[in-house]
């Protein structure tokens, strides 16, 4: 039996980073994790998978519809599906392997298995338990079906299957209009797939700003991805080869049935706890199945922490990543802190979006007086020269202040420039702050400027 000052349980975004924190700070630690590898969903099955396979999919979108037009001739590349597989799993194992070397470099000892807790202060894995003077949990999500369908991973995927299938599907029917749904949605279609996207509500992605929302859904109609809105998916029949998917629409409670070859199912991801014996020990949780903190991510029992997916908040990974090192602060008599007011949102589709803050539709529910600044990417210089001139960046700011409250952006590399928007809003920043700042020309970044004169007197190329 070792005795750590640390344990955590499992090895994503969040549990790794809080582990080489707890390192960092001198605490001894070691980390949980089950999987083959280190890094979580995130690494293994979720966000670097995906961003693979849209970086090879927007490449071959590039060399279809843009590089004859710069002068770049010669036949379209034809996809190689096995390879990209490949590659995919080249991304993989570089990011998880660093990991590896992380936690080496750290001295943290990777506990391989599955832990639980039998009873405070103690985690167990395999035959073996260990003492922990603190242990934080990390265990992450995983995907969140809805009645009536049951994913196989081969004809009704999850997000986890949809990075593994054998061929391109040609008919791929995707569950719900979220982060993921439309992510992987617009990898099968640059890749060739008819995508229909069946979602219950009448907008896509629920949590974005109203305008972005319709725009985004726009352009994605416009690279061929086909909706089905205000669409309740009741069940989904599957063979070994196809799939039948039956929804009911709101308006007038019509049954349809559309045919797959391959269904994703992206209705969101519930958290993951199973086997480490909470109920046991007595962690209260939510009535969402989530493990409840205090604000210095303290369970309900003393010396234990929860993080990530696991808790509440957005399932992102660079949310449970600060978590992680704030729970690891505190842990080490630190003040650990997050400003849960200012957490960017991607999506990595092409054109990306992302946001921060408040949304307008927010802003008005609170009864809060703003102005918005909006920019076209179409006016930006290096826009019109790249060909990716789709999208905007819209700013809202206090109307009295000028602080800036929240900002939207549809646009290439939005997922990069939405963070010196954060940065401005972590000091407090005016929009005028923003337009005073000097930015290098020709960049997408001249466009957040622009966005930020549009607050005050103008801006300059519109
Ligand atoms: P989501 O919550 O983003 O979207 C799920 C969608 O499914 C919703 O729009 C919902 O209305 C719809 N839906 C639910 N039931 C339905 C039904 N019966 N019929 C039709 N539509 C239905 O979930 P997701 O896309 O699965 O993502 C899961 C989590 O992973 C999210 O928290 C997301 O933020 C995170 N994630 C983030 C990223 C990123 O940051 N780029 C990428 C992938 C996943």
Redesign the pocket.
């Known amino acids: 039996m070792a005795s750590y000052d640390v344990i955590v349980i499992g090895a994503g975004p969040g549990g790794y980073v809080a582990a080489i924190r707890c390192a960092q700070l001198g605490l001894k630690t070691a980390c949980v994790e089950g999987r083959g590898s280190l890094g979580g969903t995130c690494l293994n099955v979720?966000?670097i998978p995906s961003k693979a396979m849209l970086h090879a999919s927007h490449m071959l979108h590039e060399a279809e519809t843009n590089f004859a037009k710069m002068g770049l001739k010669g036949k379209a590349p034809s996809v190689d599906f096995k390879q990209m597989l490949a590659y995919k799993d080249e991304t993989i194992e570089s990011n998880t392997k660093g990991i590896e070397f992380l936690f080496k470099k750290n001295k943290i000892d990777w506990l391989k298995g599955w832990g639980s807790i039998p009873e405070k202060g103690k985690v167990k894995v395999g035959d073996e338990t260990h003492e922990a003077k603190n242990i934080i949990i990390a265990s992450g999500s995983e995907p969140a079906s809805?009645p009536g369908v049951e994913i196989d991973e081969k004809v009704v995927v999850s997000s986890t299957g949809a990075l593994e299938l054998p061929k391109v599907p040609k008919k791929l029917v995707v569950?719900?209009?979220?982060?993921?749904?439309l992510?992987l949605g617009s990898v099968y279609r640059r890749l060739g797939s008819e995508v229909t996207v069946?979602?219950?509500?009448d907008v896509v992605t629920?949590t974005m700003d109203q305008e972005v929302q319709k725009q985004f859904q726009r352009l994605l109609k416009k690279q061929g991805m086909e909706f089905v809105m205000g669409?309740?998916?009741q069940s989904v029949e599957a063979t070994k080869t196809k799939a039948k998917v039956t929804?009911k629409t709101k308006k007038d409670d019509t049954e349809e049935t559309v045919d797959a070859d391959v269904v994703l199912v992206?209705?969101?991801?519930k958290p993951y706890t199973d086997g480490l014996g909470l109920k046991e020990l007595g962690v209260e949780m939510t009535d969402r199945g989530q493990i409840k903190t205090d604000k210095t991510w303290k369970t309900s029992v003393d010396g234990i922490y929860a993080i990530g997916d696991a808790i509440t908040g957005?399932?992102?990974a660079h949310k449970a990543e600060d978590e992680g090192m704030a729970a690891a602060e505190v842990i080490a008599g630190k003040h650990g802190h997050v400003n849960y007011g200012i957490i960017p949102?991607?999506?990595?589709t092409d054109p990306e979006v992302a946001a921060v803050g408040k949304t307008e539709q927010e802003l008005k529910d609170e009864g809060v007086s703003y102005k918005a600044g909006k920019f076209q990417f179409m006016a930006n210089g290096r826009a019109k020269a790249n060909l990716a001139t789709d999208g905007f960046v819209k700013i809202l700011a206090d109307k009295e202040t000028d602080r800036i409250l929240g900002a939207h952006i549809m646009g290439p590399s939005a997922g990069d420039l939405i963070h010196e928007i954060c940065v401005a809003m972590e000091f407090g920043a005016s929009a005028e702050d923003l337009a005073m700042t000097c930015h290098a020309h020709p960049t997408y970044s001249e466009a957040v400027r622009e966005a930020a004169l549009a607050c005050g007197d103008g801006p300059i190329h519109s």
Not at 266 to 269: D, E, F, H, L, Q
Request: one cysteine or more; aromatic letters at 10%; proline letters at 6%.
């Open positions: 979720g966000c809805i569950i719900g209009a979220g982060v993921i749904g992510e069946i979602e219950y509500l629920p669409a309740a998916v929804y992206a209705t969101g991801r957005p399932m992102l949102s991607v999506i990595y």
